[in-house]
């Protein structure tokens, strides 16, 4: 019975360290920007997608890898050069509106691209699982679990210890502010939106090993990190990686205990209690309205 939890455990872990990836996408375009990117679960599929492709050209996984994400990174500029940027005076539902848009779009080109099949990328290390107290865990876990927490601790490091980092916070904070004291807010966006992509890159490549991937697999991953966001409060980098932890051990636990075909309709029940309780979320800001 213990063996049987910890594999739900250990399978919720692995699944929210990649949704608590997606959600710190949407938390840094939120805050640079206040838009939701519902196009963020495209920069995952695409990390995954492009990783196939490159590996089939005769390319060695750590370069497919690498370029893949930075293909998703590419990808994040020009939606906010070419979608975002000339709108900036649109309102923020027209915004959110552009990013659905640009969501279908990406996914109509993967579609003709690559095909509507399923594709597999291999394990980043060995294939033999690791057996843990009765319960078997996939060694690609691992490394979910390993390059999440160094992602984690290197955007800490970077909106505390870089200029561009402290800008982009400026920005999210006050945005007169900012372009009073030179803070040119239009790239630091632009930045916001790499990074974001960045982050989708990874996840979709980390996570390709265990899910497979396809045209399509950034709906539901793009909307459950969106969900994680939500949970943990949108805008809160803290809350995202708990929101995320959260709900995948939810959904684990609720698969394992209930059935697999209650997952999505209990992390979808998840935000909706949490908002109720909580409508900023488990770690958003207070709004105080001066009169």
């Given amino acids: 019975m213990f063996s049987e939890f910890l594999q739900f455990l250990f399978t919720g872990v692995t699944i929210g360290a990649t949704y608590a990836l997606i959600a710190l996408g949407f938390t840094l375009i939120y805050n640079a920007s206040h838009v939701i990117n519902f196009a963020q679960g495209e920069f995952l599929m695409i990390g995954g997608m492009a990783t196939v492709s490159f590996m089939a050209l005769g390319l060695p996984m750590p370069l497919a890898i690498t370029l893949a994400v930075l293909l998703s990174g590419l990808m994040g500029v ?121 982050l989708g890159g990874i996840a979709g490549v980390v996570v390709a090993p265990i899910t497979f991937t396809s045209y399509d697999i950034g709906i539901m991953l793009g909307l459950k990190g969106f969900v994680a966001a939500a949970i943990g409060g949108l805008g809160s980098g803290v809350g995202a990686v708990v929101g995320g932890l959260c709900l995948g051990i939810v959904e684990a636990m609720a698969a394992g205990y209930l059935s697999s075909d209650y997952k999505d309709a209990v992390a979808f029940s998840m935000i909706l209690l949490v908002l109720f309780f909580m409508p900023r979320g488990l770690f958003g800001a207070k709004v105080v309205e001066r009169v």
């Fill in 78 to 198: 020009l939606l906010q050069r070419f979608a975002i940027a000339p709108a900036k005076k649109a309102d923020v539902v027209t915004l959110i509106i552009i990013t659905i848009g640009a969501s279908i779009f990406i996914r109509g080109l993967a579609q003709l691209l690559w095909g509507k099949q399923y594709h597999v990328v291999p394990n980043f290390s060995s294939d033999e699982p690791i057996r843990i107290l009765g319960a078997v865990m996939n060694t690609q876990s691992l490394w979910v679990l390993g390059i999440g927490t160094v992602v984690v601790v290197a955007l800490v490091l970077f909106f505390t210890r870089t200029m561009i980092g402290k800008a982009i916070l400026a920005t999210s904070m006050n945005k007169q502010a900012s372009r009073l004291v030179g803070i040119k807010t239009q790239f630091v966006l632009m930045l916001a939106f790499l990074v974001s992509a960045l």
